[in-house]
């Protein structure tokens, strides 16, 4: 749940889309664009599809099945010269395996060292993040994902319009949240949007430029406080940079692990026995690596959520049992929570409890 995406500006919405769409900035609460009750359908599976698949590139599969048709390539070329041509080749290789071993080993340090200084300490969290890409790199990508889903949405007359009682009710709740959190830099200089999904779905979501979604169905189970703490969390993402981050790691897994592990095994093993063991290679790094750190954002958006909604004077202990209540409605977490983008309901559900003292703290220094 509350998964992450990638978007930026509206201008190149139509207007059809920003019917259904307000822009929420520290200033205005309201919802400046106003049409005529359109009939909603609730037929929007598809559309959910494609959000689930947004954050990431299909590039990525692509390099992959490249990097196995050269590798095949190679080994075909390979295996083509005659016996007395790859023995030279091999007895060449052997002569020079110290320039070929340090010549690899140079390329992966500079590699590193290029990684190194793409480091950043987030004042945040107090810790060293690495973001490869610049946040308009991540705004262009985004703002093709936002077009398409946005276009999607209203075509399939997805989304709650703007005089909505839900979307305004939403939209109240984040503007208090936006109004007392104005002292923060990265809330006060960026521009909020709000769009309202008519779906039962009890979701959330955010692009990395301020598109915040959120489910009728979230709505509907969540009060007023819970709704501030999940809107805190979608502003903690975007607060955070966890999309730049995330891509970034992705990009250095693929860079310093996958990539050179693929291409030895594609030259190494047939064709289909190395698509197969790249494919396994990915599974691996992308359950190791992928989703746990997926998770550690998470919690880390949680926490920061919390505080943001204390700030704006909402109750501590409502984060808590929000995720207690969806532990009972989910049930208990299952033995693939390995499997999972996000920490069980049970999880989340101990450490906002734990949060909360410190919530309380926030609460008395905004004079709640
Ligand atoms: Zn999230």
Known sequence: MFSLLVSRNVSFLSTPTARYMSYISRKSGLPYFKTPNPALRTS????????????HTGRRGFSSL????GGAAVRRWWFKRPPETRRRYTNTARTYRLTIIGMTTAFMCLIGTFLSC??????????????VFSERTIEVYDRINVAAILAEMTGKRCLLETEHPTYRRVASVMSRLLDANNGVDEIRNRQWSLVVVNHPTV??????????????????????????????????????RHTNHITSVNFAVHLLCLTPVSMVL???LPFLWAMLAVMMCRLVLYVCVGLTKERSLETEADGLGLLLAANAC????????FWEAMSKIYGPSTRTWWLETHPTNE??????????PAATELQKLAKC
């Open 44 to 55: 929007c599976k598809q559309v959910l599809q494609i959000q689930n698949h947004i954050c």
């Open 66 to 69: 490249l990097t196995v048709i």
């Open 118 to 131: 793409c480091m950043e300490l987030d004042p945040w969290t107090d810790l060293w993040r690495l973001f």
């Open 203 to 240: 979701n959330a979501f955010v692009s990395a430029s301020g598109f915040i979604f959120v489910f009728s169905g979230l709505a509907a189970m969540a009060n007023d406080d819970q709704l501030s703490i999940i809107v805190g969390h979608e502003l903690a993402h975007v607060m955070l």
């Open 266 to 268: 594609s030259v190494a």
């Open 314 to 321: 909402v109750d501590g202990t409502q984060g808590y049992l």
């Open 347 to 356: 999880i989340r559900a101990r450490h906002l409890h734990s949060l909360i």
